[in-house]
């Protein structure tokens, strides 16, 4: 929610370039708020899932997951395990992969025994879009606030309606206390639709 939804808005960096220019001098002084927020916020399909773009990424993950499964249930021996992220990050990606440690290799996961997590980065992404929805709602005055760098009422919404609980409800039960509705990924649709739209003229 703050890396993406904040950190990548046009309001957030409203507020962060004038700071940055305060820090960095020269080196930001030419710079727009529509050339950063184009900049942070541009899709291209890369090799690298930590630096992929918010529509790409979970395709990524989609990558990651189906090869676990396709792992587990034997349908795919480790040896063949390179040649077939190799096949989908064409496929799905349209990315030639040059090498394992640019490919198969790339996440630590794996390799510590963590299989079956990538997918908690995209539930971590449709909740953050969910949620975001309500908190939009919540906070008519949310974008102005960002925008001079006031992320206390974000912070207190935060606080009072999820950080409160702790584990004390599912992730799955936690959404649909606060946003009325079980997880969809219709928020995280029109979130991407919403911003990426103007952003390239579709």
Known sequence: LWENLVGRSRPFWEWALPEARAIFGGIAHDLSVDAVYGAVNIVEPGLIRVDSDEATYNLHIMLRFDLERALLAGDLSVADLPGA?????????????????????????????????????????????????????DLPGLDAQLGVGDFAPLLAWLRQHIHVHGQRYRAAELCEKVTGKPLTHDPLLRYLEGKLAPLYGL
């Open 85 to 137: 992220w190799n096949e989908r990050m064409r496929s799905d990606l349209g990315i030639v992969v040059p090498d394992d440690r640019r490919g198969v290799l790339q996440d630590v996961h794996w390799s510590m025994g963590a299989i079956g997590y990538f997918p908690t980065y995209t539930l971590g992404n449709l909740y953050a879009a969910q949620m975001w929805e309500t908190i939009v709602e």
